[in-house]
Every structure is written in C-alpha cells, then in structure tokens.
C-alpha cells in the first residue's frame, strides 16, 4: 500500500490562519504533531493571537460520595435489611441506566466533545461504554439481581434449602432417609 504525500502547503494554511489546535490540525491530516512543529519552525510559520497556547484543558468530573464512620458488619445488619438495602440499590441503578437511555445522545456529544484530538480507540471504548448493547447487558444484570433479591425476601432468611428440607420432612415425616419401622407381627384367630 503506498503511503499518501502530506500537503504541507495545506497544512501550513491552517497552521498560519486557523484557530485550530496543532493537535486539532495533525488529527485532520493523520501526521503528528511533532512533525508539523518542526516544519513550521523550519518555515517560519507564526500562529495566530486567537490560536490556542496549549491544548484545551478537558473538563473534569468529579464524584463525591459519603461513607458511613463505622463499618458495616454482617452481624449488625439483620437479612431482612440488608435485602432491603441491596433492593433499593439495584432500582436505584435502574433509574440510573434510564437516565442513560433516555439522554444517550448528549452524552455521546460530550464523549466527542471531550475526545477532540484524541485516539479514535479511546472514543470507541467510551462509546461502547453506552451502547446499546452494553445497556442491554446492565438491564439484564439488574434484572437479574432483582429477581434473586425477591426470591429471597420470599424464602425468608432460612433460604431455599432450608424450606426444601422442611417440605421433604413434612411429606417423608421427618426425614426422608429415614428407616422404615420393622415389620408387626399380626396373631391372627381362626
């Protein structure tokens, strides 16, 4: 495969007149940015004032959250609770996945936005961060997590083998390996 010729006339132009980013410029023309420095100082190009200095700063988000000063032990959080706890973690995570959906267009606008000038493969991963397929595997999680958590509240704190070992010894009266009684002896009077 033959490699394309660079247009440094065109690149140069840009460089000169346009309010683009070097990084920006280099993006658009697949060169790097060390390269059109270079040619820019071997050829004297200048920069115009409303040019960027550096490359923009990206936004950053931050998260905040509490965590409670004493720890959560398994003994101070009875299985009724902690099932409730879990429950409403999990539907909170759903409103969160329909946030999301409902507003997927924005956040790919800000995955651009904030990817502008950077590797294609990063905006790819980010983008697949909220593909549909991706919310579609969460929904299914979440769905799934839900249906275990209701199965439980249901089974109480016991869980399922214990209520299968309390039905099996209300049909087998007691055990179900339990030895059948002997044989009776029967006096029969003729």
């Not at 651009?112 to 969460?138: C, F, W």
């Not at 299968?164 to 339990?178: D, L, P, T, Y």
Request: hydrophobic share 35%.
């Amino acid at each position: 495969m033959k490699k394309q010729a660079i247009n440094w006339s065109k690149i140069g132009r840009e460089y000169r007149t346009s309010s683009a980013s070097v990084r920006t410029i280099a993006h658009r023309h697949s060169i790097s940015e060390s390269a059109i420095r270079k040619r820019a100082k071997a050829a004297g190009w200048t920069r115009p004032e409303r040019a960027p200095k550096a490359p923009a700063k990206r936004r950053r988000l931050s998260v905040t959250y509490e965590v409670s000063e004493t720890p959560v032990t398994p003994e101070a959080v009875s299985p009724e609770a902690l099932i409730g706890r879990s429950h409403d973690l999990a539907l909170r995570m759903l409103d969160e996945l329909n946030a999301a959906t409902s507003h997927v267009g924005a956040l790919e606008g800000f995955i651009i936005e904030a990817t502008e000038g950077e590797s294609q493969r990063r905006v790819e991963a980010m983008m697949k961060s909220i593909s549909l397929p991706e919310r579609a595997n969460t929904l299914r999680t979440l769905a799934v997590a839900l249906k275990t958590l209701a199965e439980t509240k249901d089974t109480g704190a016991g869980g399922k083998k214990e209520q299968r070992k309390a039905a099996a010894e209300k049909v087998g009266g007691g055990s179900r390996f339990a030895p059948r009684p002997g044989p009776r002896l029967a006096v029969i009077n003729s």
